[in-house]
């Protein structure tokens, strides 16, 4: 074996003897103060046993009588030990080299009051056994040789104070080497023991220092994780702010978007993927909002607009309407005017057809007459006084015809004006259907029956101007007879006048007369047929104004008709015209609402709107079905 091994093995041994510093001090304190108490509680006993003598009843043991002195010295100086070894200023070692010197003297102090009896030296393995409790080989060291120099010393000194029996006394320090071997074995076990658990010590400490530097990994390694929890405490503490923040600015943009404001958007260019996304999706979502609410908004302005332009072409069309209803009016009264003057005139006519036959008649005598002249030419001379009054009698009557003549011309020029009257009535009438017409036609749909009216009434207007051209036709054919009929009666009556002038001067020229009786007659005869002709159309006229009679009380019945369709399409209109108003003030409100909201289309300032309401100008857009109001089921006003 190497002399390096041995030194090692002496070097472990002597490492792992005890010091008394694996003691902590609470464990030191405590068994330090056992180990006084103990001893301390044992001195009475000792005490009490120094003062036996004798023979001891219980254990038979012959007790040496111990001087008082020597009791209360031995005792006294165990105590003072006691005192002096609790004192805590003094360092540990020494204190308990102090209480081990005082348990060993209180063995050494039993062996002598017992006379040397080998069982009071139990003690001593007592104390060595105690003293092993402060782990320290100083006051172990105290013991054993203060076993070893008390035995050998006092052996020789005072044999009687150690041992009680011859071989002893004969050699104390024999007996006591023995006795200093006995508790050396036994101090040599305890050392073992002190190595056991030094080495268990070791072990555990080396264990635990193993487990401490487990324990200190696993501190290092929680650190680690702690300084890395932190750090990413302090990434989410961050993201949570950069959250916060952007969740604030997302909910004041949401805010603002909310509250009409649909310019703003979020910024979807953040670097949170989610909150990314969800700006987007918001994004989508406001541009579809601003999208419709910029419909809602064009599509209020065309209503407002339209129902604006409704509002105002209902009213011009009920103020056309209205003007309507008092021309279709005015023409039935017209018409009803008409019907009895066209009566009158009937009358009228049918009395210048039986004074224009009478005319005939009367003709047809004169020419019978003037036959019967030429006929009694020859009687002439004595008739001529006959013939001057036949020819007074005809001047008067020529007279009377022109003057019936005349009459019938004035009834002509009555005709002319009743005609006039017809033909401006007509014209209106066919303006008036013309506006009608253009009104109709404005109306789109619900005008047709007002467009069938202004048809009919245009109709008879035109039917109306046809029959007013023929009556004015007719009635200038029947001036230029009756204009010719007053200038031969004219002309006859000169002549007649001539004749009754002369007629008494001309007897002698009575063929002449003769003569110009034939001429006469056959002037007679023009007159007689032109009469004729003029009764015939006199009582075509007659019955021409009995048609314009009939189309007048036809023309009377349809306007009436017209102005009470009229009436009820002002009726109409006026309900139209409250849909309308009532349409462009739901436009308005809608068009109010929508502008509260802001678009990128307009100055988001520009809170005044596009539509004013149905009070505003009309505008150029035309109504359409769907943007016409509905008709309110309760028929009121706004």
Excluded at 99 to 113: N, P, Q, S
Excluded at 445 to 472: H, M, P, R, Y
Excluded at 514 to 536: K, L, N, P
Aim: proline share 3%; with cysteine; glycine share 6%.
């Amino acid at each position: 074996m190497p002399a390096s091994e041995p030194r090692s093995a002496i070097a472990r041994y002597v490492e792992n003897t005890p010091n008394g510093t694996e003691i902590p001090d609470e464990s030191f304190r405590n068994r330090h103060r056992g180990i006084l108490l103990f001893t301390a509680a044992i001195l009475p006993l000792v005490f009490a046993i120094s003062r036996l003598t004798g023979v001891e009843s219980v254990t038979g043991a012959e007790l040496p009588a111990i001087p008082m002195a020597h009791s209360l010295a031995g005792t006294g100086l165990v105590a003072a030990l006691l005192l002096v070894a609790a004192v805590p200023l003094l360092p540990r070692r020494l204190r308990s080299a102090l209480a081990a010197f005082a348990f060993m003297t209180v063995a050494a102090v039993l062996a002598y009051f017992t006379g040397g009896f080998i069982e009071a030296h139990f003690l001593y393995f007592v104390g060595v056994g105690v003293v092993a409790l402060y782990e320290d080989w100083v006051p172990f060291g105290i013991t054993i040789g203060y076993v070893a120099t008390q035995h050998s010393v006092f052996g020789l000194i005072e044999w009687f104070t150690v041992y009680n029996h011859p071989a002893a006394m004969a050699n104390p320090v024999v007996w006591g080497g023995i006795h200093a071997v006995g508790v050396l074995m036994l101090a040599t076990a305890i050392t073992f023991l002190w190595q056991s658990l030094a080495i268990q010590r070791q072990q555990a400490r080396e264990a635990i220092q193993e487990k401490l530097d487990e324990v200190e990994e696993a501190k290092r390694v929680a650190e680690d994780k702690q300084q890395e929890a932190a750090r990413q405490k302090e990434e989410m503490t961050a993201l949570n702010q950069a959250l916060e923040a952007t969740a604030t600015e997302f909910q004041t943009t949401m805010r603002a978007c909310a509250d009409g404001d649909l310019t703003q958007r979020l910024d979807d260019s953040v670097d949170n993927d989610a909150m990314a996304s969800i700006a987007r999706a918001f994004n989508d979502m406001i541009d579809d909002v601003e999208r419709t609410v910029l419909d809602i908004q064009s599509f209020a302005e065309r209503v407002s607009s339209a129902s604006t332009d409704v509002a105002d072409r209902s009213t011009e069309i009920k103020r056309t309407s209205i003007d309507v209803e008092e021309s279709v009016s005015e023409v039935a009264a017209r018409a009803e005017e008409q019907d009895e003057q066209l009566q009158t005139v009937a009358g009228e006519i049918g009395d210048l057809s039986a004074t224009v036959e009478e005319i005939a008649s009367s003709s047809e005598e004169v020419a019978a007459t003037a036959g019967t002249a030429v006929d009694r030419g020859n009687e002439g001379r004595e008739h001529a006084g006959d013939a001057t009054d036949e020819i007074a009698a005809i001047e008067s009557r020529a007279d009377a015809v022109a003057e019936e003549i005349t009459a019938l011309n004035e009834q002509m020029d009555e005709i002319v004006e009743i005609a006039d009257v017809i033909r401006g009535i007509t014209e209106q009438t066919n303006i008036l259907a013309l506006n009608a017409s253009i009104e109709a036609a404005n109306a789109d749909a619900s005008g047709d029956g007002f467009a069938v009216v202004a048809n009919e009434v245009k109709s008879l207007a035109e039917e109306a101007s046809v029959a007013t051209d023929d009556i004015e036709r007719r009635i200038e054919n029947a001036r230029e007879v009756t204009d010719g009929a007053v200038t031969s009666i004219e002309a006859m009556t000169d002549r007649v006048e001539t004749g009754a002038d002369t007629i008494d001067e001309t007897i002698s020229m009575f063929d002449d007369i003769a003569a110009a009786i034939e001429e006469a007659e056959g002037g007679i005869a023009e007159i007689s047929s032109a009469t004729d002709d003029q009764a015939a159309s006199a009582e075509e006229i007659a019955s021409m104004v009995d048609d314009v009679s009939e189309t007048s009380q036809s023309t009377a019945r349809e306007s009436t008709d017209v102005a009470e369709q009229t009436a009820s399409q002002v009726e109409s209109l006026e309900e139209t015209l409250e849909d309308a108003q009532e349409l462009a003030t739901m436009a308005s409100d809608l068009t109010e609402r929508v502008e509260s909201f802001d678009t990128t289309e307009r100055d988001p300032d520009d809170r005044t709107g596009s539509a004013t309401g149905v009070s505003g100008g009309s505008g150029n857009a035309s109504p359409t079905p769907s943007s016409a109001a509905p008709a309110r089921p309760d028929g009121g006003r706004d």
